[in-house]
């Protein structure tokens, strides 16, 4: 939790990736709100708030929460090709 804190941003300036990117996370997660800014500063960005699920729960259900965004990440972009 405070190593996440003190790391500084990913990037100067997130409005220059070019690569397909879904943005996970539990609507419970104290990282949800910089994480879904993210998403809206990353061109084309797919944001998931998983309601229920705190920063980890969510991939203990991964098949049937993660699975379908993610399969759907990967069809938009071999189809965006």
């Given amino acids: 939790m405070g190593s996440a804190r003190t790391e500084g941003p990913i990037s100067?300036?997130?409005r220059k990736w070019?690569?397909?990117c879904?943005?996970?996370i539990?609507?419970?997660d104290?990282?949800?709100d910089n994480a879904k800014q993210a998403a809206?500063?990353?061109?084309h960005a797919r944001f998931v708030s998983l309601a229920g699920h705190s920063h980890l729960s969510a991939f203990y259900e991964a098949d049937a929460v993660l699975l379908p965004h993610i399969l759907n990440l990967f069809h938009s972009a071999?189809?965006?090709r």
């Avoid at 809206?40 to 061109?43: C, L, M, Y």
């Fill in 12 to 14: 100067e300036d997130l």
């Fill in 18 to 20: 070019r690569v397909p």
């Fill in 22 to 24: 879904l943005i996970c």
């Fill in 26 to 28: 539990g609507a419970a």
């Fill in 30 to 32: 104290e990282m949800h």
């Fill in 40 to 43: 809206i500063e990353i061109p």
């Fill in 78 to 80: 071999t189809v965006a």
